[in-house]
């Protein structure tokens, strides 16, 4: 039985087309993660599941395994495809975002270490303290409640918990009631495919999260805190400023 880290890859991008094949720093931005995900020693092997041949190509050359795949609405779908194929093999599958380039490998051991420490548990995933207000109100950042045992009793674009009494500026110190959920994802083999059977939630619908349709069949999620978050790259200006940092490194 093995950990298999599994990065889903399409060429479409609506805020930056072919994002990532993009090679302005002399390797693809995809490298980058694969790279990452390679050093983290939990993961038994790494493997770009992709329906883009050109993107299969790429992989190939940079030495990297490449499934391929059908089309999917999701890169959940996506890996599920993969891990369906390897059989039994499989034990945990790891969601690994492709448009992460400096994913901290650390960060993946202690996800599936999560999950391996949490017997009861279907699936892992990771938050962040939040400690800027830009964040705290920014829907595109989800956020995720745990109980005392640290698993999630709900994700969601909101504020959550709501601050009735108190100016949420003055709790954004190192005791940050809220946490940044972060996209990074640990599931046992038969849940993952067991969980993309199912049509979307309601409360996943409304939200636009996939990972409320695993709370909503009654499956807990084990969340592990950890330090920071890595920075994904959406538009040209993250890139932008991507290949800037890389050069300054370099220098």
């Not at 992709?50 to 993107?55: F, M």
């Not at 495809?81 to 993946?108: C, F, H, K, T, Y």
């Not at 920014?138 to 409640?145: A, E, L, N, R, Y």
């Not at 003055?170 to 059977?197: C, I, K, M, N, V």
Request: some cysteine; proline content about 6%.
């Amino acid at each position: 039985m093995s950990v298999i880290g599994l990065i889903p890859a399409r060429e479409r991008s609506t805020r930056l087309p072919n994002k990532l094949l993009l090679d302005q720093t002399g390797k693809p931005l995809l490298q980058y993660t694969w790279e990452a995900a390679c050093s983290a020693n939990k993961l038994d092997r790494v493997i770009v599941a992709t329906d883009s041949r050109k993107i299969a190509d790429v992989v190939t050359r940079f030495g990297g395994e490449v499934a391929i795949t059908g089309e999917h609405p999701s890169g959940t779908d996506r890996i599920a495809e993969v891990v369906r194929n390897l059989g039994s093999e499989v034990s945990i599958a790891v969601n690994i975002q492709g448009d992460e380039p400096d994913i901290d490998p650390n960060q993946i051991n202690s996800l599936v270490e999560t999950l391996e420490q949490a017997p009861g548990v279907q699936m892992s995933t990771l938050g962040t303290p939040i400690r800027e207000m830009s964040v705290l109100k920014d829907p595109s950042c989800t956020k995720v409640v745990c109980d005392e045992q640290g698993r999630a009793l709900y994700f969601s674009r909101s504020m959550i918990p709501f601050c009735r009494d108190h100016n949420p500026e003055e709790l954004l110190d190192d005791e940050s009631p809220w946490l940044l959920h972060l996209g990074l994802y640990a599931y046992r083999r038969d849940f993952l495919l067991q969980l993309t059977e199912l049509p979307p939630s309601r409360l996943e619908k409304l939200e636009k999260l996939e990972q409320l349709r695993a709370l909503e069949t009654g499956a807990r999620i084990q969340v592990a805190v950890v330090e920071h978050r890595s920075v994904g790259i959406d538009t040209p200006e993250d890139y932008a400023q991507f290949v800037t940092r890389k050069i300054r490194r370099a220098a």
